[in-house]
């Protein structure tokens, strides 16, 4: 069965895969990249049975989709955050990236984004969460760095796309949406 074409997701996900596929790029294999050969952020180490050379952008979207933004439940969490937890969960994988929204929430941390957790993200301040939770994540860069030199090459990258983020989730947030949202 051939993926869904974007037209056919959520204005939420076209919004915020479209930020990902924009930052993440095509095809690459960096000697310091743990993922390995990468192509619009689709590793194959994250997906070993994946043709990554010859992913289109269609397959990976199905892919952020079903594994990614349905998995961090951003489909129910308020617009801005649902595009920062997806790009988190992109970037650092689905239950770190739960964990730093329950971190920043004051909420249990189990790395699992349940009802409390849905909660206590539409009752706080969209623009304070944002601002937080990327501020979380830029201290978790810091520490990967610290722990391991070889990605230094990698953090201004990951600073600039956490700036960029920020833009992209206020952006989105302040957007006026009516009724329910779409998965």
Not at 94 to 107: D, K
Request: proline share 5%.
């Amino acid at each position: 069965m051939p993926a869904p074409t974007l037209n056919t997701y959520s204005h939420d996900f076209q919004h915020a895969v479209a930020f990902v596929l924009a930052k993440e790029g095509g095809y690459v294999q960096h000697p310091s990249d743990p993922g390995g050969e990468t192509n619009f952020g689709i590793s194959k180490r994250a997906y070993p049975h994946e043709d990554i050379a010859n992913l289109t952008e269609q397959r990976a979207a199905f892919l952020y989709h079903r594994d990614y933004w349905r998995a961090v439940r951003s489909h129910e969490l308020p617009t801005g955050i649902a595009l920062a937890v997806f790009d988190g969960a992109v970037q650092h994988g689905t239950v770190t990236a739960a964990r730093l929204l329950q971190e920043v929430l004051g909420a249990k941390v189990d790395g699992i984004i349940g009802p409390k957790t849905l909660l206590a993200a539409r009752q706080a301040d969209t623009e304070w969460l944002i601002a937080r939770y990327v501020l979380r994540r830029a201290r978790l860069y810091a520490r990967i760095q610290a722990r391991d030199p070889a990605q230094a090459v990698f953090i201004e990258g990951w600073f600039n796309r956490l700036r960029d983020l920020t833009d992209a989730c206020w952006q989105v947030g302040y957007a006026a949406f009516s009724g329910p949202r779409a998965a």
